[in-house]
């Protein structure tokens, strides 16, 4: 069975039993406290969480997952094991209060004997220490062998965390064989012989702070089966790399290599390595991963760089990356369409970190393997430099002197890189929600559910209060309502602000955002009276405000279909501010934008909104909007009913924002600035409207001002300007002449007064650089040896200025450093020229003295 058949084979297995087949998801989690979806319950935690009501009872997936960074990482043991990838597929089926044990062990021990056809004699079970029923449904109701049953301890418990849903688990191993191990079933033997493919999850209880637990209401069913730990079964193989989802792509690693496989042990690892890391770096940059230091993006570079230090180690010099992502595009490409879809861009990313890691590889790799040859500890200094200079993740530098038996010094390390790790810690900070704001956010949540929100069609609705959470502290109060017309910040959009009256009451809503998916909170101000449970309320939002933000949201859609024709279909939002008095639009483009491609955006977005078409709003499925070409971005949360906005006839976008009506609402749009805010992505600011009118009116009132400044129509401007630019210079050559003439005239009667060809002078009102010009100039006169000028440019600070014959025996340093610390200043060292200051202009007749006694002695 190949993988694609598996994939059909088990999802098709649920739906025809009730289960809706939901699609993967994003590998870049809603959850905060992952780097990566690494399981295929990810996407299904609200709903176990009761933070969101399920939209099914039961449902099946085939969910992307990665385990490469954070606390699921599996980087370590990659290319060294027959079964550990950082992407793999995870086959599920889940229960949402529905169906439990009594139905979800059959079905499973059906799928894999009846379905996958594979040996129930070979199979074995593990349940935890006290599931009784677990173990008496799969020997009573299944027919499992007693002798294949073992009970584990922690092995077979699973929990979200210190508290909350838990159970117990079961867990489905397959016996490859005496050839791979020791006997003694999964709880004894070998972890190579007896391999887990599948865990069922009894989500029954309800773990307490105190530890203890308690039944849950409606117990729920989360299975997780590795689809790459199924299919070396399937195909008869001893290794995940040698089945049809790896091998071609591993085919490939050795292609470009030039390496066979099964050559050695090290070249060996060096290609699964390559073959796994190829998966990887093209889903993560499907999914909108860039490369970068910081969080998903690190682990992306770590993981290119590894794979490009692997094929380096194999003797190729030249790009690899592009070939491997070609070949997973050709393995899963069917199955995974954004690969396809995306192909090119996901090579022009990948090859660009690849390259500019192999621009410094040889250096570094010459650097690193002095180390290992001299020393038995690479030292903090050059792990850093590897890092800093050479772009060596400081994981990859251990991990190639693990290899060679050599370790790292991590602390000295670790210090040098404290200002980096203290910026990323900054830009990292994750804020929490509080505990008991949670419980009552959920417990509005679990009463009235999700909030009506009315605001597509109506600016105004009468709702009743269903929730207040009291900030005491800050004077404000959140109000929760079953309807609503206000707007919650979300997909970039300011959330509303406006009024609500109840009974007396006055409230002002300063902000509205949601306190969990689906629960809208108008975070307020009471003006006058009081509020209460229960209280029906006219809620009204500010149509003024709002108007304005629809002309902003419906231009980012026309700005973002603008600049995919000037610059290409690789741009992508990568997010966006709609505000009431601009917008912001960041997108994925790996270079500036020149002021050319700017304005033909520009000019494109203003002859749209001039067509004055119409902007639509259709309600479909997300698969069926993708297929008539409507846009949708990663980090968006879609969910089975999604709302297709048509703006005009060019832009079509996933949207959840509200928008005008038709493009001429929007008004005239004005690009402010373009510029980069991070690796790959750039930043476009924005106004419309009466905004942009208002701009457009400033500049052209600073244009009107100018040309009548200068005499001149604004057609006239850049000519006269031009032209006083031309007199400026003439003119400033005028005022070097005389300025010349005049300090030639100065340096004579300077001469004239010379002592023994040393001259000592006070100019004040003199700015430095005209006392410098003079004392060099008096010092080019002949017979003089040295000159010293002192003053005040501006009766606030002190200027002193020396310069010294080559041949007079005199510092000029050396004459000024006295007189420089009595004026509050310094100097340096310096032979034939110096000069300093400071604020000490009373000192300034006692540094002469000092100066004088040093040119002069005591005459």
Known sequence: MKSDELRKAFTEFFTDRGHVLVPSASLIPHDPTILFTVAGMVPFKPYFLGAEVPPFKRATSVQKCMRAGGKHNDLDQIGRTARHLTFFEMLGNFSFGDYFKEEAIPMAWELVTEVLGLDPDRIWITVHLEDDEGEAIWRDSVGVNPARIQRMDEDNWWQMGEVGPCGPCSEIYFDKGPAYGADGGPAYGSDERFLEIWNLVFMQFNRQADQSLEPLPKPSIDTGAGLERILPILQGESSVYDTDAVRPILEVASEVTKTKYGKSDASDTALRIMADHARSMSFLVADGV??????????????????????????VEKSVTPQLVESVVSVMGQAYPELTENKDFIISVIAREEERFRNTLKSGNVLLDQELETNALVSGEAAFKLHDTYGFPIELTEEIAADRGV????????????????????????????????????????QFGTTNFSGYDRVSDTG?????????????????????????????????????????????????????????????????????????????IDTERRAAIMRNHTATHLLHWALREVLGDHVKQQGSLVAPDRLRFDFSHWAPVSDEQLSAAENLVNREILSNQEVTVEKTSKSEALEKGAL???????????????????????????????LAAIGPVAVLSESSIGANTRRIEAVTGLVAIEHFMATNKILKNAAEALRATPDELIAKIEALKEREGELSSQVRALQARELAAISSELVKEAKKGRILARRDGMSPDLMRELTLLARSSQGIDAVVLIGSPDGEKASIVAAVNQDS???????????????????????EFAQAGGKNVAKIGEAYMAIESLLFGGE
């Open 809 to 831: 025996g005199l510092v000029a340093s050396d004459l000024l450093r006295q007189a420089a610390i009595l004026l509050g200043g310094g100097t340096g060292r310096q032979t």
């Open 407 to 446: 370790g790292v010094d991590r602390h000295g390390f670790d210090s040098q890189m404290k200002i980096q790790k203290e910026r990323a810690r900054a830009a990292g900070k994750e804020g929490g929600l509080d505990p008991e704001l949670a419980e009552q956010y959920r417990e509005i949540l679990e």
């Open 632 to 662: 949708a971005f990663f980090g968006d949360k879609y969910g089975d009913e999604v709302r297709m906005v048509r703006a005009g006839a060019k832009s079509l976008e996933l949207c959840g924002g509200t928008h005008v009506a038709n």
């Open 464 to 540: 009743r209060l269903v929730g207040i959470v009291d900030r005491t502290k800050s004077g404000e109060v959140e109000l929760f309502f079953d309807r609503t017309p206000f707007y919650a910040e979300s997909g970039g959009q300011a959330g509303d602000t406006g009024q609500i009256t109840s009974d007396g009451a006055t409230i002002k809503v300063l902000d509205t955002t949601f306190a969990l998916p689906g629960l809208i909170r108008h975070r307020a101000k009471v003006v006058s009276g009081s509020v209460a449970l229960g209280q029906m309320a006219d809620l009204e």
């Open 290 to 315: 860039y490369p970068s230091n910081e969080g998903r993006g690190y682990v992306l570079r770590r993981i290119i760089r590894r794979a490009a230090l692997r094929s380096f180690s194999l003797g």
